[in-house]
Each structure stands twice: as C-alpha cells, then as structure tokens.
C-alpha cells in the first residue's frame, strides 16, 4: 500500500487526518514545523510547499492540500497583494503539489485527492471576497482534475464552516466567541478538526471509490438551509 500525502499535518484537519491515518498506513507529511509526535508509519519534511524542491516518494495512494487563509477584511481595506497570497496559498500550492505528484499517485491504490474549500463559497459573506475567490478557484479546480483524472484518480473537496484550528484561532478566542459564532449556524455549533478529517479518511477510503468532483459542505447546515 503507498503512502497518504498529507500537506500541513502540523496542526488543524491535517493534523487531525494524519493522526487518524498514522496507525494503519505510511504517512508522508509535509509542513514548515514538525507534527507534535514521532510514529513509526510517519516521514515528515520540514518544508515550504510554496517555494521548497518537493521529495520524491516512492508509492503514493493519496494526497490532501491543507494550507488555507482566512482574510477577513472589507474590500477597501483589501490589497491586490491579499487576493494574489490567498490564491498563491489555497490554489497555486495546491497545483504545484498535485503537478509533482499525479503520474506517481496515477500507479496508486485507488487513488485520490483531497482539497479544502470553505462555506463562503456557496454563501456569500460579507469581508470574504479574497478567500472566497481563491476558493472558488480551488472548488474549480477540482471540478476539472476530477474531469481530467478519471477514471484513474478521484478528486473531491470539503467545504467547512468555521472550524476549531489554529487557523480559525483569532475568530475563537474565548467560550463566548465560539458560542456566538456557534449559533449563526443552523446546527448551533462550530465544526472540530477531528470531524473534518473523518469525511477527509473516508473521501480517501475504498468506501468512497465511486465518488469524485464533489464538494462536500461540513458546515453546521450553513450552506444549504436557513
Ligand atoms: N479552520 C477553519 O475555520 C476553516 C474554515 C473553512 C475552510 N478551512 C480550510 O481547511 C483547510 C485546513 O484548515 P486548518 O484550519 O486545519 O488550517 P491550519 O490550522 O492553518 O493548518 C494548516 C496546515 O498547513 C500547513 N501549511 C500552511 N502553509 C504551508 C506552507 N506554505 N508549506 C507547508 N505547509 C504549510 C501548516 O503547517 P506549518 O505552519 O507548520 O507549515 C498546517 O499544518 C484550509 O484550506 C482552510 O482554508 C478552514
């Protein structure tokens, strides 16, 4: 069995996933700092997937792209520079990463990637024109690679609402701002990292080998309903 490819194990979902994934399969991590624990099953590479040379893996089955942005600001106060680093982060990285890898992943076990958008996507939200743009590009992006890719390799995107990660860290300093935040979804809660990195392990399982260029809300019901 290859490796799962997961970019940005460090910390949030990715971290979440690759603790899920480490006990029963090859895991290859890739982030500027190191994953909190040493495994047996786990190389990770201490790297900037933006700008570093990528390693070459042998065997790959699966790759996830976890480095996002969330930049919240009213367009005025927007700078060109912003939309360029959060499509540079969320879409470009992502390219760069499945540019290097998919001829390898191709020769996989039932191959697939897994890309993350947000609920901004689907819902227009005030201050979210520039991670909504880029994520519009990464949901693009899967639509086409999924086109592109089969039936050789699946691809499919997850779409949360605000989840409990260090990137959402600055929107959920206290109890209070989690509740607060909480109750704009229908479901009256934030998401955790652990919940999304189970529909990111089962998008990557053979359960799911029939299912590709899709975008799959985790979202409190904030997508989809009032
Ligand atoms: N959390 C939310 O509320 C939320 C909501 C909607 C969508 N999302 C999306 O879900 C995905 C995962 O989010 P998260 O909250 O888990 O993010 P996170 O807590 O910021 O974790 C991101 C991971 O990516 C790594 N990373 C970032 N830039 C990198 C780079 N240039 N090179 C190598 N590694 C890099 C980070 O590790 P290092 O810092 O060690 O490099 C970290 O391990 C993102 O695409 C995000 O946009 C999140």
Known sequence: ?????????????????????????KVVNISRTAPEFEHPNLTHYGLDVLIDDLPNIEEIDGIVYCPGSINLKPLGSLKLEDFKTDFEV????????????????????NPSIVLFSTVAVSRGMAFHASVAAAKAGVEGLVKS??????????????????TDTPLAANLLKNEERKEALGNNHPLKRIGSAEEV?????????????NITGQIWGIDGGMGNIK
């Open 1 to 25: 069995m290859g490796a799962l490819l997961i970019i940005g194990g460090s910390k949030g979902i990715g971290n979440a996933l690759l603790k899920l994934e480490v006990e029963n399969r």
């Open 90 to 109: 969320n879409v470009l990285g992502a390219v760069r990463v499945i540019q290097n890898y998919f001829r390898k992943l191709k020769k996989g076990h």
């Open 145 to 162: 690679l999924a086109a592109e890719f089969a039936p050789a390799i699946r691809v499919n995107c997850i779409a949360p609402s605000i």
């Open 197 to 209: 990195a189970q529909l990111a392990s089962f998008l990557l399982s053979d359960n799911a080998s």
